[in-house]
C-alpha cells in the first residue's frame, strides 16, 4: 500500500511540473505570467497530459522491445534481417511523421535525453548503481525528454493561435461594444484572454464585464456557441 502511495505521489508531483512547464511556455509566448492566476488544480489538470504521454511511451518502448528483440538475437539469419528491415521502417515512418509535422524540437530533445544516458553510463563519478539501473532510460525521458515536450507543446499551440490557425473566432459582447474575429485564448483566473490578430496583441477582459461570448467555427454558417 505505502508502494502504491509512494507511486501516487510521484506521477503527481510529475504531473504538476509538467503542466507547470507547459502552461510557462503557453501563456509566456503572448508575456503574461499564468501563476499569477491559475490555481494548482489547472496545473494538474494539464499535467495529466504529460502523465498520460509517458504512460504512452513506456508501452510503446515496452511492446516493441520485447517484440524485437528476439528477432535480432535470433540466431537464424532470416529472422534477423526481418527485424532490421522491420526496425527500419518504423524509424523511417517515425522520422516522416515528424518532418510532416515540423516537430523537429522533438528530435533535438531525442538526442539529448540519448546524450545524457550515454553520459550517464561513462561518467565514472556516477553511482555504480545508477549507471546499471534498468529505470535509468525511463527516468531520462521522464525528467529530459517529457519536459522538453511540454514545453514545446505549449509554444506551438500558442503559435498557431498568433499565427491565425485556430478553429474557432471569437465575437466579444461588452458594454456598448462589440469586438468580432477575435480568438479566444483561454481564461486566466477572472479574466478571459482574447487575441487580436489584426493587431497582434493579447487582450484581457474580466468575465464580469463580458455580456456575451460568441465562438463560430471558421468558414461555417453554423450557430455561433454563447456564454
Known amino acids: 500500500m505505502a508502494e502504491v502511495a509512494g507511486w501516487g505521489s510521484l506521477l503527481a508531483t510529475f504531473g504538476l511540473i509538467q503542466g507547470a512547464l507547459y502552461l510557462r511556455a503557453f501563456w509566456s509566448y503572448f508575456g503574461l505570467d499564468p501563476f499569477q492566476f491559475v490555481a494548482v488544480s489547472e496545473l494538474a489538470l494539464a499535467g495529466l497530459v504529460a502523465i498520460g504521454f509517458v504512460l504512452f511511451l513506456m508501452l510503446v518502448a515496452t511492446l516493441f522491445g520485447g517484440w524485437m528483440e528476439p528477432k535480432l538475437t535470433n540466431g537464424n539469419s532470416k529472422a534477423s534481417v526481418l527485424g532490421k ?89 461588452l458594454e456598448g461594444e462589440t469586438q468580432r474575429d477575435l480568438t479566444l ?43
Open 85 to 173: 528491415v522491420l526496425a527500419a521502417l518504423f524509424f523511417g515512418a517515425l522520422g516522416a511523421l515528424i518532418w510532416w509535422i515540423d516537430a523537429w524540437p522533438l528530435v533535438f530533445g531525442m538526442a539529448l535525453t540519448v546524450g545524457c544516458i550515454v553520459v550517464v553510463q561513462f561518467v565514472p563519478i556516477v553511482p555504480r548503481a545508477i549507471r546499471e539501473s534498468p529505470w535509468i532510460a525511463y527516468i531520462a525521458v521522464w525528467v529530459i525528454y517529457v519536459s522538453f515536450a511540454s514545453s514545446w507543446f505549449g509554444q506551438e499551440r500558442a503559435r498557431t493561435i498568433v499565427r491565425g490557425g485556430a478553429s474557432y473566432s471569437a465575437t466579444l459582447s
Open 185 to 227: 485564448i483561454g481564461r486566466l483566473g477572472d479574466s478571459y484572454v482574447l487575441w487580436n490578430l489584426a493587431r497582434r496583441s493579447a487582450v484581457l477582459v474580466p468575465v464580469g464585464d463580458v455580456k456575451r461570448l460568441e465562438l463560430a467555427r471558421k468558414g461555417t454558417s453554423g450557430a455561433p456557441t454563447g456564454e
